[in-house]
RNA sequence: GGCGCUAUCGUCUAAGGGUUAGGACGGAGCCCUCUCAAGGCUCAAAUACGGGUUCGAAUCCCGUUAGCGCUACCA
């Protein structure tokens, strides 16, 4: 039985690294029938916060994949201590009485040579450790690598392959800080082991941890779970992401608040560092599910595509708006009516339906709505340049005389697109114009401005009346600009 | 500094000894067309560098360079 997790540490937002992180441990869950776990890895009292432990739930539940058990570690702080005591007990630690400070000095005064332990502490006898200890002496638990002899620590990694460290390039790293609190390596790998997750799948960061790792899940006793680390996410500049340099653009929340489909954005992220080994790009989440393995995961870092001026990848765009094409229509407009009612429209549901299908293949994200269809929605219009209404090749007499036509031929008959094309392209010869020339005023008129979608559909949702009144307004217009 | 990882178009990537080095985004152009979009077609654009191994290297090996990571009582 497969069982994942995802570890997030509140100290800010849920970072899109971390976002794709949690999205390949939920795919490699779904995909293999296992379980998905989200852990809080809150050891740090000191960094953690309640804002960004909110911020990071709120990222997640955007993502809207959920999981199957949740944890937390600063609710589990006796099995870390329980742990380490038996790792002291069995000689696997050491209690390092060194004062922080002193150890700073010590390590800039032998240059490189302090790194790996403290000898001194390492020999000191028990009964001396124990005693030291219940004097109520600060010291913080060492796990103690073993040195002599010198060892190899090996491990295959389902992504990067073979890898192996000596013993001598591994420092005694610490299990539990002086305040009794664990450190991330301890708590990460106790929890790993009283969880049974069977696979490790987190960033490329961790790939030098792990050899740690593997030496205390030994010392505990655990079952080796399997380990895939993952290239990381960074900059244009070549940078790791951080809020710092590259502002919020890190947080997954502004693809959110930038109107993007959680199954788009799911789906971009899937595709840094990961394809499924043919040309798909556009991936529902079934096919994704069913298409990841760790075999498709590459091994170098990957560019999130930004600038300054625009925080969005422009794949990422896409995909947005291949996802929002192939929605039903009757879901989009599900979608977009509380953005466009948040915009200030007054929008019924039947208009929402009406108006959607007029605007799906022109939005690359659902805030794109908002301006694409105002004027489906505004009474009056926002004031237009009086020279738009002028066609291509014409003149203002032109536009006049298109217009006037318009008014005298639309108030009557069937007021359907197709009756609407028919009498429009009936009056466009009688004037002797082209098409094109008959309809770009009426466009504009109409919608305020040059690029709208389908005229004849256009005018049959924005209503006859409307239509008329914004027509003899625009005839108003170039009358008295004349 | 030590240790580890990585290197294909601007970006995401495919090809893992034999291909005109493929696709996608973005860019340029053309077609379609009532505008815009969508769609179709075309073009420009890459194997970091140097050595090996081999009949043959983007692919395997070594070195160089560059980038990233770890080297905390952060995670």
Redesign the pocket.
């Known amino acids: 039985m497969v069982r994942v997790r995802f570890?997030?540490?509140p100290?800010g937002y849920l970072h899109i690294g971390s976002a794709r992180t949690f999205i390949f441990n939920w795919l490699f869950a779904r995909h293999n029938g296992g379980t998905m776990i989200l852990r809080i890895?809150?050891?740090?009292v000191?960094?953690n916060t309640d804002e960004s432990l909110a911020s990071i739930f709120e990222g997640l539940r955007w993502l809207d994949l959920g999981w199957d058990e949740q944890y937390r570690?600063s609710e589990r702080f006796h099995l870390y201590r329980e742990a380490a005591q038996a790792l002291l007990e069995k000689g696997f630690a050491y209690r390092?009485f060194?004062?922080?400070d002193a150890?700073a000095s010590a390590?800039e005064g032998e240059g490189?040579s302090g790194?790996l332990c403290h000898p001194e502490m390492r020999a000191l006898s028990r009964e001396e450790s124990d005693r030291r200890a219940a004097s109520g002496e600060?010291?913080?638990l060492?796990f103690r690598v073993p040195r002599e002899p010198e060892r190899t620590v090996a491990f295959r990694d389902l992504v990067?392959?073979?890898?192996?460290?000596?013993t001598a390039?591994i420092?005694d790293?610490?299990l539990?800080?002086?305040?009794w609190?664990?450190?991330?390596?301890h708590?990460?790998c106790v929890d790993d082991a009283d969880l049974r997750i069977t696979h490790i799948i987190r960033g490329?960061?961790?790939?030098?941890?792990t050899f740690?790792h593997v030496l205390l899940f030994e010392a505990l006793g655990a079952e080796m779970p399997a380990f895939a680390?993952l290239?990381?996410l960074?900059a244009?500049?070549?940078?790791?992401l951080s809020k710092r340099r590259h502002g919020p653009v890190v947080s997954v929340l502004i693809y959110r608040d930038a109107g993007f489909l959680p199954h788009a954005y799911v789906n971009f992220l899937c595709?840094?560092?990961?394809?499924p080994?043919?040309?798909r790009?556009k991936m529902t989440r079934e096919e994704l599910i069913e298409a990841f393995t760790l075999e498709?995961v590459?091994?170098?870092?990957?560019?999130?595509?930004f600038t300054e001026e625009d925080p969005i990848?422009?794949?990422a765009?896409?995909?947005n708006?291949?996802h929002i094409?192939s929605l039903p229509a009757e879901k989009l407009a599900e979608l977009l009516e509380p953005v466009w009612r948040s915009a200030g429209y007054e929008v019924s549901r039947e208009k929402a339906l009406r108006v959607t299908p007029l605007i799906q293949?022109?939005?690359?994200t659902l805030n794109d709505a908002v301006a694409v269809a105002d004027f489906f929605f505004l009474r009056e219009l926002a004031p237009y340049d009086a020279a738009e209404l002028i066609p291509q090749k014409g003149d203002r007499a032109l536009a006049l005389r298109v217009l006037e036509k318009a008014l005298a031929v639309l108030p009557d008959g069937d007021f359907s697109h197709a009756a609407i094309?028919e009498r429009l392209r009936a009056a466009a010869s009688e004037l002797g114009v082209?098409?094109?020339q008959?309809?770009?005023p009426i466009?504009v008129a109409v919608c305020g401005r040059?690029?709208?979608?389908?005229?004849?559909?256009?005018l049959e949702v924005v209503g006859r009346e409307t239509c008329l009144e914004r027509i003899a307004r625009a005839i108003e217009l170039l009358k008295r600009e004349s």
């Not at 990067?160 to 000596?166: A, F, P």
């Not at 490329?204 to 941890?209: A, F, I, M, S, Y």
């Not at 244009?236 to 790791?240: I, L, Y």
């Open positions: 570890a997030p540490s100290t890895d809150d050891t740090d000191e960094r570690q390092d060194t004062p922080p150890k390590e490189k790194w600060p010291f913080v060492r990067y392959g073979e890898q192996s460290k000596s390039d420092e790293f610490a539990l800080r002086s305040s609190a664990p450190t991330y390596h708590a990460s490329q960061d961790h790939l030098t941890n740690k680390h290239p990381l960074i244009p500049d070549g940078a790791k595709l840094l560092g990961w394809n080994k043919d040309d790009e498709g590459n091994r170098s870092n990957a560019v999130v595509n990848d422009p794949k765009l896409w995909l708006s291949q094409y293949e022109r939005i690359k094309e082209k098409a094109g008959m309809f770009q466009r040059k690029n709208a979608p389908p005229l004849f559909e256009t």
